[in-house]
């Protein structure tokens, strides 16, 4: 299976500041790799798709890069609500796999 | 709009079987794969499988030997067992919409279940 490492586990920034998560792959996922938003007691959300589309209704402070194993998902300037953990996901084989997170904290 | 909802027992004892209910509302359930998916407290997302309306069922190889996936597509339902649990099993369990009958590469998820926590303890 394809293992998902993501770094760092925790980022510690302000409110304004700039967030920069990485992705890396174990084998290539071309540029089928996703990114998640999860808050407390709530199911993860789409966030990008296919490595650098913003699913609907996702503000334009996130942006996704990346190809083949290395993918990196930045928020311009965090806002309070952007305080989560961040989920990478890849479907270019089966089966599917997620990254353990990285959290985003105060 | 398409809305998932899901139920199940939260308690269960070691060697047990965990069975959980998705329903779905809107959208189309016979145009798409359906899944579940868990996550162990504090922990990441692990793909458990899939379902297709006809009852055609993908399963992660790590858990393919104690799980089953099944569709009522009558009411738009589908079902997860996992027999024989551990503690390994606790996790809360999500049930997502997946990829599109035509489409062969897995999915992303962007409608998703509220979510089961189901606990294995003795």
């Known amino acids: 299976e394809n293992v998902l490492t993501q770094s760092p586990a925790t980022l510690s920034l302000s409110p304004g500041e700039r967030a920069t998560l990485s992705c890396r792959a174990s084998q290539t996922v071309s540029n089928y790799l996703a990114w998640y938003q999860q808050k407390p007691g709530q199911a993860p959300r789409l966030l990008i798709y296919d490595t650098y589309k913003r699913a609907t209704g996702i503000p334009a402070r996130f942006s996704g890069k990346g190809s083949g194993t290395d993918f990196t998902l930045t928020i311009s300037s965090l806002e309070p609500e952007d305080f989560a953990v961040y989920y990478c996901?890849?479907?270019?084989?089966?089966?599917?796999?997620f990254g353990g997170g990285t959290k985003v904290e105060i | 709009q398409v809305q998932l909802q899901q139920w199940g027992a939260g308690l269960l004892k070691p060697s047990e079987t965990l069975s959980l209910t998705c329903v779905v509302y809107?959208?189309?359930?016979?145009?798409?794969?359906w899944n579940w998916i868990r996550q162990p407290p504090g922990k990441g997302l692990e793909w458990i499988g899939e379902?297709?309306?006809?009852?055609?069922?993908n399963y992660n190889p790590s858990l393919k030997s104690r799980v089953t996936i099944s569709v009522d597509t009558s009411n738009n339902q589908f079902f997860l067992e996992v027999t024989s649990v551990t503690a390994a099993d606790t996790a809360v369990y999500y049930c997502?919409?997946?990829?599109?009958?035509?489409?062969?590469?897995?999915?992303?998820?962007?409608?998703w279940g509220q979510g089961t926590l189901a606990i294995v303890s003795s």
């Open positions: 996901q890849q479907r270019s084989n089966w089966p599917l796999t």
């Open positions: 809107g959208g189309s359930f016979s145009d798409n794969y």
């Open positions: 379902i297709s309306h006809r009852g055609s069922a």
């Open positions: 997502a919409r997946g990829r599109l009958l035509t489409s062969q590469r897995p999915p992303y998820f962007q409608h």
